[in-house]
């Protein structure tokens, strides 16, 4: 029998989840630090920041403008962010945690969290709970679909294979 480790599940979870929280990264960072969709490197060349949190998918542009959009009238702020953060590491769906139970409990402590804090520090957003709630499953479709282009690019050989991007995709179809 193996010994239940920690570390285990935490890799889990993270794996699972890295896509999703660089999507919602990419968000809160244009939302609250102005990052631009583009930059210029050092040496001239310029850095598509945007094709990095679409993951490579210039077509989910749109919907990522929507989703940001979507946040802004939601008054998305840090306490948000974090807590959505938190909601998206914390999948008690994830295929072989050994310690269900403890993820389970750490996303409703999370999610109570931020229900208390929408409604105290936000009265005025009508059911802002609900409605971040609601585009997890977006952030999560946006980067599935990210994922799957950059997995289609690497078996065509078209993409870097030994990234730790290139990892974590592999570790989590495995």
């Known amino acids: 029998m193996k010994k239940y480790s920690l570390v285990d599940d935490q890799m889990k979870l993270l794996q699972n989840s890295w896509s999703d929280m660089l999507v919602l990264d990419h968000i809160h ?25 679409l993951l490579g998918v210039p077509s989910l542009a749109e919907h990522f403008n929507e989703l940001q959009n979507k946040l802004q009238e939601l008054k998305f702020d840090v306490g948000d962010y974090i807590c959505m953060k938190f909601l998206l590491l914390l999948n008690p769906d994830v295929r072989g945690i050994t310690n269900r139970k403890t993820v389970v409990e750490g996303y409703e402590n999370v ?3 931020l229900l208390d804090y929408t409604l105290t520090c936000y009265p005025s957003v009508p059911d802002k709970f609900s409605k971040l709630l609601s585009i997890i499953p977006e952030i999560h479709g946006m980067a599935a679909r990210g994922e799957e282009h950059l997995y289609i690019k690497h078996c065509a050989g078209s993409a870097p294979s030994q ?12």
């Open 29 to 53: 960072q244009r939302l609250h630090n102005g990052l631009p969709d583009e930059t210029t490197l050092h040496n001239g060349q310029k850095f598509d920041l945007l094709g990095l949190g």
């Open 111 to 113: 999610q109570a969290a």
């Open 163 to 174: 990234t730790l991007l290139m990892e974590m995709l592999h570790a989590k179809r495995k």
